[in-house]
């Protein structure tokens, strides 16, 4: 029996991944099958001699397909969600922290990638109905000490890798997340967050001697025991630029390489919490009642394959057509006489002699049966697969725009199992970037990590690794209607300014509404003379300061500009009722005054109290002399 928790061995290593790799066998198969359609190599004509010689014509409709199903109807971009326990202290502003510091390292680290993870995973679900997710893993090129100078590395060359390594040591994401291909994984298929994670894969002699000898100097000087390495023996592979296969293997408390076909080059000790590879399906599987229940090609189901008859008799179809009308266009011509005296007749431009010695190979007129096939086999792909209505295409016979946005709403329900399981993979993996984060401040030091302008730090998370994630593709007439309805629930006194922005799909809500009340603030007549006040005396215009207090004192009206022009409040009344609502991302109207909070109702009294609310939001412009700005 293996155990997750036991250091492992290669004999271990190797009966576990001969084990899922016969489950598997099955499902990787049909994966390969599908890259071939993705990628446009599959047969069309049976693998008989006499269509060897057939001409092929494949469209784009398999890859057209995957590619409109993962780009226009699953999104990029995660949205990401903090729950707290309570509201005692700063724990919505620490969540707000945490939700925008993440979601800036959760993105960067998609960035980092040849391909987007989060775009390769969800082409992958509809694709191959399963993907894998290696990740998060860390990667220190820029967060080790000072790189060494190299054997033969000139004073130049050296000093210029010294300031990159500089230059980006402080600003480094180390998190990574990679998408992989599902036949380069194995994961127990019936475990949602498998114990156990096996990567095999080929890796260059020389890269792998490198790897290995690193790992043994760092494992004799800071491994425990039961760690061990062995640096590859680069003998064994004769030349250095070989391939070399290995399996990776992953426990939430190991970490090994073994040759497929040798010894165990090393095992340490997996510090991070958690096994980092992950996997989740379309939910498009099923498993049967009456076949082998623990194979997980029943599983695995993407939206290609209930369609691959279809998709190769379209490809017959168009090649038969395609080679009709070629074949029609460029007719065999022919003359019934002798060969030089038709080459002497086509000499001039226009061709001499009786016209009856010529002839044109005839073909038969295409029927129309055959573009009605046509069609029919493209309708049938599309019900099965994609529709070409959630591609921007009109549906015969819709006339009305709420026609085509019920039928819109009806295809998109196919892509939400897919959007549920994405959301669910990568909230797991959000959570392990949390686990890593405290993990680099107990063995690095590092306290922080940005990306974006966005911080996460290691102290707001305080033990609390759950987060949500969701990858939404936000419909525009959707988005309306909600901010309409929050709008009006907002205007009638039942949503608060939190909920309001809750419910109009806001992120860091805490940092909005902190935000807006410090713009409400800069706006009072208090905190304009303090401002006003402090720029006068910056420039040395005291006299500018004397002259617009005066000037205010004698209007007895408020504050004045340098025109005489009376500084009042913005108009901060709600629309009337069926007023437009506000553009997405704009800041809701004021409510009534019954329904404003208490630091609202403190921004519209004047002095004592408009005052502390500005400084507690950072400001630092008092009066030089001690004085106090006048109260109107």
Known sequence: MIQPWEPPDAKVVRKYFEHLDDMWRDAHTLFEKLDSFYFRTYSIWPPEERFREYPVHR??????????AADTQLAATPVIHRPTANRRGDAEERADRIENGLAALMNDAFLQEPVIPVKGAKKQLVLYGYTPIYGPFLDLRYQFTKPEQKKGEDEEDYDARIAEWEARRYSWNPLRIRSLHPSSVLLDPFDKVPAIG??????????????????????SNYGSRNEFAMPYDMDVAHDPYEPVEVIEWWTASWHALVLKEGDLLYKERNGWGFQPLSHTFSSYGQIPTSADTV??????KGILEPNLDEIV???????????????????RRGFRGDASEAAEMMKGDILEGDKDDWWIEQFPNLP??????????????????????LAGFRQEGVTTVGQQAILDSAA????????????????????????????????????????????????????????LVEFRDVD???????????????????????????????????????????????????????????LSREMGMRGLATKLEAAGKEQGEGLVDPQG???????????????????????????????????????????????????????SLTAGNGATPQQY
């Open 313 to 331: 008799h379209e490809a017959q179809q168009q090649t038969a057509k395609h080679e009709l009308l070629m074949r029609a266009a460029f007719a």
């Open 198 to 219: 096996l990567r095999h894969y080929k890796v260059l002699a020389y890269q792998l001697a490198d790897l290995t000898t690193r790992k043994f100097e760092q494992l």
């Open 295 to 300: 194979n997980p090609k029943y599983l695995a």
């Open 565 to 619: 022009n009376r500084l009042t409040m913005p108009s901060e009344a709600p629309p009337t009722p069926g007023a437009a609502p506000p553009m997405p991302g704009a800041a809701p109207p004021m409510p009534s005054e019954e329904s404003r909070s208490p630091e609202q109702r403190a921004i519209n009294a004047p002095g004592e109290a408009a005052r502390e609310l500005a400084n507690a939001f950072g400001n």
């Open 368 to 389: 129309a049966q055959i573009f009605e096939l046509g069609r029919e086999t493209q309708v049938a792909i599309q019900r099965g697969s994609f529709s070409l209505a």
């Open 59 to 68: 469209p784009s409709t398999p890859t057209w397909i995957v590619d409109h």
């Open 412 to 467: 998109k329900n196919k892509f939400r199992a897919i959007e549920i399981e994405a959301d669910h993979l990568f909230s797991i993996l959000g959570s392990n970037m949390l686990r890593l984060a405290a993990v680099l401040k107990e063995e690095l030091g590092i306290t922080s990590l940005s990306a974006g302008g966005a911080e996460l730090r290691a102290e707001d998370i305080q033990n609390n690794y759950r987060v």
């Open 476 to 534: 525009p007439v959707l988005l309306q209607q909600q901010t309409e309805i929050a709008l009006r629930e907002y205007q009638a006194g039942l949503l608060s300014d939190e909920d309001y922005y809750t419910a109009t799909g806001k992120q860091d809500v805490t940092g909005m509404l902190k935000r807006r009340i410090k713009e409400m603030v800069r706006k009072t007549p208090e905190y304009l003379a303090i401002s006003m006040g402090a």
